[in-house]
């Protein structure tokens, strides 16, 4: 009953997220340049998505998934860094539990939508690559639309499960998160109970969430560099890499951060730069995807030049 009563007491009340409170003036700093690269981060991906939504050169599969990865981006960095500017910019660090919730919800379903997202578009290079005569017969509208809803299902039911349990563990009373969002980790941390099941099952559905999709792209891009190597022609070869180079960056980005968080011991130490890798998992990533996207990629540069020029020659006859 009192173990009860103090989970209740936990849930009820606000969580006060540490983050980098322990260097004041860093969080100055901080405050800057997240709110610089978040603004960026704003601009970018939403330029994405209006170039592969207005353009009709780029309504293929390949800008389909685009611009649900630059929606993913949008949504996943929203989810966290205005309240990590609110806490940088003051001395209040707390966030409701509500506001934890939602956090360690959209946190979890949106990191797995985007793990399977990129599984999908490995997907798609395999079969521009190694079936280009069939590519647009098996990447018919249906089967993109198909793959997409799949990639986001599965991302939100892993986090139907995985919040729920996190956030029911026992805290005795405990509210203090040492890290800067409601991260799963650092919650489980706070737990004073023992966590071995609820970290068994977040072990297993990592495996289908985030394994399973790397070890996909994985064979994917097996199979796409001995296709590149069949092919004769120089640049032959130059167009399949300036087609899967900016895919194989972003999945090089995304799960190299995760591979280096994860592998790190429980020190202090790796605390600290488990926040950093955590924030450049959160701004810095989807901050370059849109540039990767568009420096490597002469169809994005196209679409948005035909867009100047037309905005351009639209305002000459007005």
């Keep these: ?57 780029l309504h ?16 996943f960095t929203t989810s966290s860094i205005p309240q990590l500017l609110y806490n940088l910019n003051g001395r209040d660090k707390t966030i409701s539990y509500t506001g934890c919730a939602i956090q360690l919800f ?40 198909g793959l997409v809803s799949l990639a986001w299902g599965c991302g939100v039911a892993n986090s139907l499960i995985m919040s729920p349990l996190t956030l029911w563990l026992p805290r005795c009373g405990y509210c203090k998160v040492d ?8 919650l489980i941390r ?44 120089s640049s032959g070869r130059h167009k399949v890499f300036n087609t899967c180079g900016s895919h194989l960056t972003v999945v090089s980005l995304f799960y190299g951060n995760i591979i280096y968080m994860y592998m790190q011991p429980g020190t202090s130490s790796s605390k600290d730069q488990g926040k950093f890798l955590t924030l450049f998992y959160n701004i810095v990533t989807p901050l ?20 100047v020029l037309g905005n351009l020659c639209l305002r000459k006859k007005l």
Excluded: W
């Design 1 to 57: 009953m009192l173990e009860m009563d103090r989970t209740n007491d936990s849930t009820q009340g606000n969580f006060i997220l540490l983050g980098f409170s322990d260097r004041p003036q860093l969080e100055r700093i901080l405050f800057v340049v997240i709110l610089v690269a978040y603004l960026l981060t704003l601009v970018g991906n939403t330029t994405i998505i209006l170039v592969s939504r207005l353009d009709p050169h």
């Design 179 to 186: 890290h800067f969002l409601c991260e799963m980790p650092a």
């Design 190 to 233: 706070m737990a004073c109970v023992n966590t071995a099941a609820v970290e068994g099952i977040a072990f297993i559905l990592a495996v289908g969430i985030v394994l399973s999709p790397l070890v996909f792209i994985l064979i994917s891009y097996g199979y796409i560099v001995r296709a590149v190597l069949s092919i004769q022609s």
């Design 106 to 145: 959209l946190f979890l379903g949106l990191g797995g939508v985007e793990c399977l997202l990129l599984a999908v578009m490995a997907y798609d290079r395999f079969v521009a690559v190694c079936k280009p005569l069939h590519y647009l017969v098996i990447m018919n509208p249906r089967l993109c639309l």
């Design 60 to 75: 293929t599969p390949m800008y389909f998934f685009l611009t649900h990865l630059s929606f993913l981006d949008l949504s």
């Design 288 to 307: 370059l995807n849109p540039m990767i996207y568009t420096l490597r990629n002469k169809e994005v540069k196209g679409a948005l030049r035909r867009l």
